[in-house]
């Protein structure tokens, strides 16, 4: 039982956000990765499109959510989701007022 738990905190974690949340159960993630550039050392921003299985279906479009890295679920999916960190700004999914019949 310990042999698990430690093979898991050695697993990758990433942290993101949600670009699509249209599949059942699988996110699509934007991870950043800040890094110098060798020659001209310069900061360079370099993103990643990882897809991740969300079993609740509890992430939504513009989340930061963190992804933990799994054995391979489906052909793109290699990643899951740890848990939703903050919600995105348009998130929220506001109703259209329907006009009432006079």
Known sequence: MSETSTRQSQRKEREGQVLSAKMTKTIVVRVERRFRHPRYKKV???????????????????????????????????????????????????????????
Request: hydrophobic content about 35%; some cysteine; glycine content about 6%.
């Open 44 to 102: 360079v921003r370099a993103y990643r499109k990882l897809y991740a299985h969300d079993e609740k279906c509890e992430a939504r479009l513009g989340d930061r959510v963190r992804i933990q890295e799994t054995r391979p679920l489906s052909k793109l999916k290699r990643w899951r989701l740890v848990e939703v960190v903050s919600r995105g700004v348009g998130a929220a999914v506001t109703a259209t007022p329907t006009p009432e019949a006079a």
